[in-house]
Every structure is written in structure tokens, then in C-alpha cells.
């Protein structure tokens, strides 16, 4: 584990609000010269502190107005290997993010819609016909807030 300073978690908190900030205006914010804090960066992304930096797109204004969470429980786990299901959920765009969980449900994914009805055409075509596929539960979002984790 890399140990973080008071400064580092600044520049974490920073980047995590907005990646695209240089290192000379988080120098400035912090009171570091731009090599310093350009030198602070680097050793947390080489530490694997920044794990990779992203482009965070607006679904609703892409024409996606539907979020949903769905709970999949695989029917035959011993006849569909969990390999051979994640490769072809993987491959359904509206699937944004596939999670392998402990509990009710063997697998969360968070999939994207233009409305209910494209989230049923989705649902029924695409989810429900994949290998070993057996009971899914659907949750809604409504509304949504980010906020930053926690940083140790």
C-alpha cells in the first residue's frame, strides 16, 4: 500500500472531481511548483493509486433517460460457465458496468435504456436469452447523486 500524505489526498480529492486539471493548477491550489506536483501525480498513477482517468458521459442527454439495475441469478451454473455468460453479457452495449457479487444474485449489472420500452426489448431479447440465465430482478433508478468516496 502507497502512503498518502495531506497533500496527496488533495490531489486526489481534485483529480477525482475533475481529471482534467494540470498539474501546474493543482501545484498553484496546493502550494507546490507544477515539476512537484506533476512528480506527486506520476508516482500515484505508477503505484496504481490512479488507476486510469475517465471521460464521465451524461446517458439522459445521449437520449438514454433509463437506468436500471438488474439482479441475475444464473439457473445452471454447472452447465454455463461464468466466463461463458460475462463474455456474452459483455457484448450487449447497453450493459455499462457487469459485477460478479456474493449473495441473492450472482451477477449486477447496470444497463441503460432510451425508455421502459427499449429497457423491455433490451431486457427480453438481449438479457434474458443469455446462457444460464435464470431468475433477474429490476430496479429503476430514479434519481442519482455522486458523491467521492472516501480516500484513505
Known sequence: MTPLDETDRKILRALAEDATQSAGALG???????????????RLEETGVIAGRRVVLDAEALGFGVTVFLGVKLAAKGRVSL????????????????QHVLGLYDYRLRVVARDLSDFERVLRRRIMTLPGVGDVEANVILSEERRPGPLG
Open 28 to 42: 498553484r491550489r496546493f502550494g507546490l511548483s507544477q515539476p512537484a506536483a506533476w512528480r506527486r501525480i506520476k
Open 83 to 98: 466466463e461463458d455468460f460475462e463474455r456474452a453479457v459483455t457484448a450487449i452495449p447497453e450493459v455499462q458496468t457487469v
